[in-house]
């Protein structure tokens, strides 16, 4: 007598995936935001501790300053990175793309091109970072309300003016840095890289003051980022008021840019490292999760360029020299990538 076979019974998922040897779940943006803060912690520790000539006290002193402004630096830099490229759709323009290094640099190129050298240097450091601070802001907002303001509502127009007006800057300066005496232009090109040790106590105090309060103003319109990484259409759609948005977080975006640069100078590629790598690390699309991992490892890059410079350079060098190479390598990594897609 003829039987019908006994169908084969199934694995179950757990048994397949144990049977094709299928990588673990990956981690949770909790987990993965909490292993970047052990990091970076480890991190600081090192800085802080690591290879004291004499008192540690002393070195506490002097080192401490240099962290806080790392951060309120990577805080700055990172999250207005972050934001740009949710506003802007695209991963490779920064806000530096509006000409705020242009700005700095022609600012201090006027007043050592009127003033000279010795007057710059005597310059009251509050001043100059308050008029620094002052015009980036002002012009970064006439930008956007004269291109926000009526029927015109093109950010990409927004962008191809701000690149044309900063390249507009940039040759200005260099017309003036030509006519400048040899000391004259070496005391500007100093103050042209970014420095991060000892900073002014009382600027630092200010920076990270406007700093705070950029991000306590994302932090109500975190959903909205979300909504916004969809486009215009589907934002406006979802009943976001697209254009009051967008010249809130320009005008957030621009005081926060302005604050850090008129604090330590321009960091061209910082932000573009810390973004895209913050994108990949989170493992989330969520701003909640991609700002503050984009602010861990924008500490971890200016520690680490800190780190090195002083232990493997020997101090041969700036830190911003460190980062803007790096940060070279990495523009043509997401070029070609994205080239060959």
């Known amino acids: 007598m003829l039987t019908e076979p006994t169908p084969a019974i199934a694995p179950s998922a757990p048994a397949r995936r144990r049977r094709s040897g299928a990588t673990a779940r990956p981690a949770r943006p909790g987990v993965r935001l909490a292993v970047l803060a052990a990091a970076v912690a480890g991190m600081v520790a090192a800085y802080l501790l690591l290879d004291v000539p004499g008192s540690y006290a002393f070195a506490l002193k002097i080192r401490v300053p240099t962290v806080l402004a790392m951060l309120v630096v990577a805080t700055a830099v990172g999250t207005s990175t972050v934001v740009f490229h949710t506003i802007t759709q695209n991963r490779i323009l920064t806000p530096s793309i509006m000409g705020f290094d242009a700005f700095y640099v022609l600012i201090s190129t006027v ?8 007057s710059f240097a005597r310059t009251d450091e509050l001043t100059l970072w308050a008029v620094q601070v002052a015009v980036m802001v002002a012009f970064s907002v006439f930008l956007f309300t004269w291109m926000f ?17 900063g390249t507009f800057f940039r ?47 994302l932090v109500p319109l975190l959903r909205t980022l979300d909504v916004l990484t ?81 232990q493997l350079l020997g101090y041969g060098g700036t830190l911003s020299t460190v980062i803007d190479f790096a940060g070279g390598l990495f523009f043509l990594h997401l070029v070609l990538r994205k080239g060959t897609r």
């Open 230 to 310: 969809l486009g215009e259409p589907a934002a406006v759609g979802l009943g976001v008021d697209h254009r009051r948005v967008v010249m809130v977080l320009f005008t957030v975006v621009s005081v926060m840019i302005a604050a850090s640069t008129a604090l330590v100078g321009p960091v061209l590629f910082l932000g573009l490292i810390v973004a895209n790598l913050a994108y990949s690390c989170a493992g989330s699309f969520r701003h909640a999760w991609t700002l503050p991992t984009a602010v861990l490892i924008g500490v971890v890059c200016l520690l680490g360029g800190q780190l090195v410079l002083e």
């Open 111 to 118: 007043v050592v091109f009127f003033r000279g050298a010795v």
């Open 149 to 165: 303001g009526g029927k015109r509502r093109s950010i990409h127009l927004m962008l191809l003016v701000g690149i044309v007006l």
């Open 171 to 217: 040759s200005f300066t260099e017309w003036m840095q030509r006519m400048l005496d040899p000391l004259d232009f070496q005391v500007l090109t100093d103050a042209m890289f970014a420095s991060l040790t000892r900073p002014d106590p009382l600027l630092l105090l200010l920076t990270g003051t406007l700093v705070l309060l950029g991000c306590a103003a």
